[in-house]
């Protein structure tokens, strides 16, 4: 992405447990279950014409953002993001 480009816009869709984000037309997606004050990482998908530039982070970041914001610890239950707290120790304070 060029330095003029404008910043991903992500999407916290509360009611369907999703954080969603369209990039160069392709929706990239990262789906949780919340239970009490529980965030279970369930999966996160990033269609292959966009993939590699970072965006499962980003997705992964913003949605432990949301979490810490909430009180909420996380179960990092899919690969990626289970990979993404081992990169980011400084977050393991969050984990369940």
């Not at 447990?17 to 369930?42: A, W």
């Not at 289970?82 to 120790?89: D, G, Q, S, V």
Request: glycine residues 10%.
């Amino acid at each position: 992405m060029s330095d003029t480009a404008k910043p991903l816009e992500i999407v916290h869709d509360s009611a369907n447990q999703v954080f969603l984000v369209v990039v160069d037309g392709h929706t990239c997606e990262l789906e949780y279950r919340l239970s009490g004050k529980t965030m279970t990482i369930t999966h996160t998908g990033v269609p292959s014409p966009v993939g590699g530039r970072g965006i499962a982070a980003l997705l992964t970041r913003f949605a432990v953002q949301v979490a810490e914001a909430n009180g909420w610890k996380i179960v990092p239950a899919c690969g990626y993001a289970a990979t993404w707290f081992e990169r980011n120790p400084e977050y393991g304070h969050l984990l369940a």
